[in-house]
């Protein structure tokens, strides 16, 4: 039989706070998780309209992580691999290119760096590099990491690029129904493994002691309190650094938190009438899958091909995405009309007149996300790994910034740190070893 006496928390419903309720639910412990928002997925958030799935956070599956697959195999979920033909924009040409080879090859060299961990602005073969080539590697690695090239460490971005080609994540998936649907499965599993998921509970203060921690959270206007003996924080790095909730006493992965950094993005789709890219003579693009246009914004763009929607999605990542903080959908989409106007040289007014309407979401601002997602700086390395040590034996920090594994800022990352923690709560013989070691070094 279950033993259903010891209860555990998790604080936060995005896909690390679930995965870890799920395996600590079917271990037979008294598990409830307080999510602030009235759904669960955190930063997978998929809008449906007009018959076609635009996802405003997460959207791709990147490669082959094992426990992603085994869940969506579970789930029953139709998944797509994402083709075409990729385009370049450049000296007011749009032609077939292949953009990313040389960009991968030249930071696949980054494993051969031997010495200290600096930033990438620093990297001293990126010197090397002609003026257009280096402008190419440091807006991929801005772009894809949401970070800031002057802050980004080389030995962090060698571990990930390493980890990337272990999992082969040049292959890239999408769930056909929906991301969502991903975060919603899990939920369902923490249910019918007799856990509780509570939603609207805005977590404000968390006071512990070993075996046992209070959680004051807001429930509608009221405030409430949540005794456990142990609890899993799988909240955004954004949100610990930010001070969203406040922990009494401060807790040493706090501390190793704010060695991390929280990336930006701004990321929005485009829903059009029709796909004129594929149709319109100028154009003529049918197989576009994504658009690099190095000197527009924003610069990278792409299409959910092979699958025919009529949305076209633009990508900033890292300090450029604040280059439309103040406008509103209506202007972005404007904004946007005009760059792809420009790009493919047709009149604004016939884009204008195909858009529908413009759907995005703003990680930044958002007081549940503080960003969107983490990256490691130079010299920081090692605060990954504090973050990911139990506190005695009652205290485990969750979530994409604490994945040991290397893909931070992934589904999969918090998917793996969900497990790794549960693991730790399940195995405390072990997981003591490891918070005993980790004092002594
Ligand atoms: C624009 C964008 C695009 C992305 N694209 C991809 C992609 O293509 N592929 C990929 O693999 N990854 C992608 N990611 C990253 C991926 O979405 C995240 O790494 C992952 O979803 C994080 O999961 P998590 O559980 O760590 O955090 P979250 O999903 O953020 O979950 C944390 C939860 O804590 C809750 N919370 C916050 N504050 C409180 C509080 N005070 N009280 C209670 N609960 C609280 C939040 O509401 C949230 O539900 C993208 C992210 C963004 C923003």
Redesign the pocket.
């Known amino acids: 039989m279950k033993d259903r006496s010891k209860r555990i928390l998790v604080?936060?419903?995005?896909?690390?706070?679930?995965?870890a309720a799920r395996q600590l639910a079917e271990a037979g412990l008294k598990v409830m998780v307080?999510?602030?928002?009235d759904?669960?997925?955190?930063?997978?958030?998929t809008l449906r309209e007009e018959g076609e799935i635009l996802?405003?956070?997460?959207?791709?599956?990147?490669g082959q992580?094992p426990e992603?697959w085994a869940l969506i195999r579970e789930a029953g979920l139709e998944t797509y691999a994402l083709d075409g033909k990729d385009a370049c924009h450049k000296s007011g040409k749009v032609k077939p290119c292949d953009e990313l080879g040389e960009v991968f090859k030249f930071l696949n060299g980054l494993d051969k760096w031997k010495g200290v961990d600096l930033a990438f602005a620093d990297y001293p073969p990126l010197e090397k590099l002609s003026l257009d080539k280096r402008e190419e590697v440091i807006n991929y690695v801005q772009s894809f990491n949401?970070a800031d090239y002057r802050q980004i460490g080389i030995h962090a971005l060698a571990v990930q690029q390493r980890a990337e080609r272990e999992i082969g994540s040049e292959e890239?998936f999408r769930v056909r129904e929906g991301?969502d649907r991903v975060?919603e499965f899990v939920a369902k599993k923490v249910r019918e493994a007799g856990g509780r998921i509570e939603l609207s509970?805005?977590?404000?203060k968390i006071e512990w002691e070993r075996g046992e921690v209070r959680v004051h959270?807001r429930d509608g206007g009221e405030m409430a309190q949540y005794m456990a003996e142990q609890a899993v924080i799988?909240?955004?790095?954004g949100?610990l650094q930010h001070l969203?909730?406040l922990f009494d006493p401060v807790p040493a992965p706090l501390i190793a938190a704010n060695q991390l950094a929280m990336g930006p993005?701004?990321?929005f789709t485009l829903l059009f009438r029709e796909r004129w890219w594929a149709t319109h003579e100028k154009a003529n693009l049918p197989k576009l899958s994504f658009l690099f246009a190095q000197d527009a914004m924003p610069p990278v763009w792409w299409t959910a091909h092979p699958w025919e929607t009529r949305t076209l999605t633009g990508?900033i990542g890292g300090p450029q995405s604040a280059t439309f903080n103040q406008f509103t959908r209506e202007q972005i989409g404007d904004a946007a009309c005009k760059e792809l106007a420009n790009i493919f040289a047709l009149p604004v007014a016939m884009l204008r007149g195909q858009l529908i309407g413009c759907a995005t979401?703003d990680?930044q601002t958002?007081?549940?996300?503080c960003?969107?997602?983490?990256y490691v700086p130079a010299g920081a390395l090692n605060a990954v790994l504090k973050m990911a040590v139990p506190v005695a034996q009652t205290l485990y920090f969750?979530?994409?910034?604490?994945d040991v594994t290397g893909?931070?800022?992934?589904?999969?990352?918090?998917?793996r740190?969900?497990i790794r923690a549960a693991q730790q709560v399940l195995a405390p013989a072990h997981a003591q070893i490891h918070e005993l070691a980790s004092r002594r070094a």
């Not at 604080?11 to 995965?19: K, N, R, W």
């Not at 969750?398 to 604490?402: L, M, P």
């Not at 893909?407 to 998917?415: E, N």
């Open positions: 604080i936060g419903a995005g896909m690390a706070g679930l995965t307080l999510e602030a928002r759904r669960v997925g955190g930063r997978i958030l996802e405003l956070g997460a959207e791709f599956i990147h992580p992603l949401a890239v991301y975060p509970r805005t977590v404000e959270a799988a909240l955004p790095l949100v969203g909730v993005v701004r990321r990508w979401h990680w958002d007081p549940r996300s960003g969107s997602y983490s969750a979530g994409e910034h604490t893909h931070w800022g992934t589904v999969h990352a918090a998917m740190s969900g």
